[in-house]
């Protein structure tokens, strides 16, 4: 029962592997900082094991398997350093594709949590894993990070298992495409503010390092609070689906930070309409916003899609985006509507569900097959 | 074979009946100016006929028939006055609903061209007809005139048989919604200019009249020309789907009148991106359409919809909406983004199919379900 | 208006036309007997006017008007002899196809029910219509008479409005094989009895005439009851969907003829289960049915599908089919069951709706695809 | 991070919880001997492991575990006893549904196989778990086994991975019907024998035990081979799907046995039709395993299904199932055809995939929602 053939390889003996996500060229270990980050290879033989280093807290990282592109597994993973049998018992020469991608979003209210690959187990040889043809880079809130994707309706604990990239709207969307897919999302997060007016959870604040959603001493030896290098990959499309908790802070009492004092609200009107400096100042964190995305992104098509929770800030975001091409004369951006979410589709957690995403990555597919010409 | 117990009944004869559509009460005999545009009946008996006076040069109307809401025939008009048989040899017990609409849209390119209803024949007994929950008015161009959702893909004469109501996205979202439809659209006409920049062929000018589509003395004798009377109903939403014509004149050439020598073009620059003077001229067209449009319906909840045939207009409809609503803290109106037209959706004439109708549909049933409370 | 430059052509005058369903070759006038029935043209030309006789005491016909592939038009007959127009004011070099269809089956009920096609008037010239890869047979009952297709969920009128070849399930699976359909069916026969018991209502009875199941004088001038010259045409498959009014008998009363005083029923035991001798005679219509079936069509695979309104006949069917392979060796035949009709798929008068046949044509044709190795 | 208040609770400690598949009540520990067996239990707190000793050689199990009626997790299994994390870090006092699923049918082929459930950790209290409103058993081959539901289509090993309960046609029947769900399928064997004339590949010959399709001392000891109290649980439909691999065997060379010199093989005449002799072969034994079926569940009602992997025995699945009924007067037994699988329903090793088995699960459900009258 036990395969004496099995040849225990770090990364660094591996001859041919890709990294999905974010990543600096040649880690080792290999951190998965983000939802939808992977490890995937090319490889015969009977057997496949991949070598892991788990740690975490309270939020523990799920991953999936899909071998020649199917699912096979998706599961929770416990903590320590230990490997994974991917699959056996298979015909040894036929080469297999297998990926292995983290479920889970970058956890920035987890310090101790992170997921890193150390090798492989085999008895097959690596082949070389070709590239895709687009690059498309994903960045959200809770809605990227597929949270209720999985669950049922009912539930509502705000755990990693009820998130995943498996069913994630960027998951189909790249793979209509034949893209890469970079992600980069956190739950409650927005452009401005946090759904709950917490000015620190804002998605600009965290881009421009390798994984800034993160937190502690661990993930900085990882390199995670590091400058990320932009050149190391060049983006076709942004999609941007942020705003939706940016809408919801304006529903929430004032935040106040115990600790430095420090307060912060988007406040309505009486009438139920938005405050208008409030307004003002959520239009330039997105115009702002824009500016950092094209100076990291030179060439990339940025597109800012919103509404699968609601279209509130719709007629906002636009105006944002109107006054980012008249200040800057760029002209490579537009705004997508995406399909609300309806008592069909909805998931757990009252977000989107499977069926939700699905609607919503049609719009994109068709919206980037026709730009694309493909 | 023939029914003897047939009774002649104008309409003034008949005491229920439900016009749809824009009309005057009492109209006698009643035209149908609108694609929607029906009369209902809930009729005992046998059999039913209905009168009609059609007239036309070049664009013959066509109509439906419903039978308790399911559509029984589809036809082409031939001129004349004359009955056509709407049912016959059924249970005389049994009140049936009846309802006969008008496919065509108004057609400005055809003065003579009318359908007027005098009455029924029937051996049975007229019945109420009960009213809806909500009135809708749909506003737009050849996408609302339903062009393209009959016809195969490589049809491409611009005549009435490949327009319509009965596969139309704004029957779709009435009848989901238990609302009674009024439409008015022209094919090729925009906010600002037609398709080929003529610049009146646009549908502000005849929003304000009975049925300012239409043309010609026998039209003016009808009453399409007066002043509408928009005390007359309470519209709870207004649909406007325009833009699309006003984005294709950017890239048509210059319209001129051969008579007056008038012309008029909107334009781009040289690097494909819209001229500014001509787009703010669009933006202004937009909102002062939405004034009228507010003017003439003062509880409507006004969405701008726009995106089956391209979204190239998308952010300029915004940034007009935004600037009205800045303009007049009218706050009741937004934009809705309606998905593009595709390979597997699209019609005859490059219209968008019947598929894509029901796609669009979905979108504003889903809005108004969720807006509406229902 | 007019047009001055169509010409009347009889059929006799019109080079090119193709005629569907069972005919005979040459027929002037040119009846159109069945449910299917049809006539179709490639003709070039502004407009195009069909010249039809119609007469009838209670059930009138109906018509559909296809073209290039694509309903049109769906309407009510009136007696007399006119012309209808099909099409106007169309690009007058482009050849169009088009396809004038009899919706109605041929009506037992209705002696004087004839729908005759004297011929067409046009301005363009007629050119070939090319033939289709198979011809199937659909033999049927009310199902494939396509009855509760159209009209509402409560209706109940037994009426020509209600039935139609459109939206039936042979119109499906002939154009998804790129077969021509010939069609013979009539609401209420079976293959032993009708649903009342009634012996003479079998379609076994009328297969070999060219119309068994029309009546009169009018009709026989027709050539509706000379034999069908079976070797006027090759059918690829044979499509039997029958046994469902055999079932319904056996919940019937004895029928008896009040004129000739013969009886006759098909009985179920006490506890519910059938009459064995009635059950035997009902399997041996069938085989002698499958007899009669493989002497005039020698080549046809013959599929005996049974199960849009229950399942109740079909171990007995199969029984039949396989007694009759013992008897014949022949082994050209199987038994296909099509999905039941549920609350979701029905359509009026408790028959399959337009869902219903849609599902059944699935089945049928991924047989087909398969069996034809297409 | 540890949870100190995890309490290992072996099953017999645990006073609610519920078996899914067939089972001997109080089983300690208690072995999941086939796909679709399961433990299943209502329970709060904040965390559930379950214990497991799992063996194998060849084949290892897989498991899925879903969390109030979803998926959460798919995984392959390890050999040893160890316990796997269910769920952690929910709410305390919600009590979640949680059941634990084996994905693997009962290896024939694997000796060693097993799967056992020694029991759980939890925090929190286990609740009662109501039972279903009806009681279904699935008898089939590696259709029933959901070989291929899991894979991509150019997948061909024969490996647990690509079998599953939780893509299965059973799961969807049971589900929506409310019913318990016992499976009992083995890949390759049939009713006479297996795809490869092997006559000892048959169903029947181990219908009788508890899981007679086991393997070695182990599984003996386990009780896999003791007789099954069929009293333990009354079935309200019985589901059998066998027939395709028979009708493999007919394509095949004959089988002989190296050890014991026995032979076996169902031959085609040269014309391609089946042997006779052999053909009635098979339909005695389609006669015989009803005949044990009704001895074993006398009320349940049963249904031959057949198809989804062609149609070729159809007809003789029919003529057994008559003959069985005229020699038992036996009438609570029905043919129901599932339709055939193509290529856009297609899975891995030209095996149904998930569509094919939703759209046969469909048949089924409407079939048994009618009979049941639910």
Redesign the interface.
Known sequence: ?ENKNLKNCSLKEIPFYKVHGRTKSGSYPLPLFFNGSAVEVNVSGTELWIDLTVN?????P?ITCE??????????L??GTYAI?L?????PE?VKNVKVTRELQAMSEDESCSLIVNGFRSDGIFYPVPGKKYAFEFIGDSITSGEGT???R????W?P?YMGYSRDYAKLVAEALDADAYLISQGGWGVLSGWDNNPHSNIPSCYEKMCGLCRGLENEKLGAFEPYDFTSRKIDALIVNLGTNDASAFDQPMWHDPVTGEIFQQRKNEDG?YNPDDLLRFKNAVIDFLKMLRRNNPQAHIIWCY?MLG?SL???I??A??QY?TQTDD?NV????L??T?DETVG?RAHPGQKSHARAAQ?LI??L??YLGD
Not at 67 to 76: A, P, T
Request: proline share 3%; charged share 20%; aromatic share 16%.
């Open positions: 029962m975490y807290t309270a939020f523990e799920w071998i020649n592109g199917e699912l096979m597994s998706r599961q929770m416990m903590p049998c699959f056996r018992n298979m015909s036929a999985y669950g049922a009912e539930d509502t604990d755990i298992m309409t509404g279209y719709s007629l906002a636009n105006d985006v109107n091409i002209f537009i705004f997508l509507q399909p609300n309806t757990c719009v068709e919206y097959r026709d």
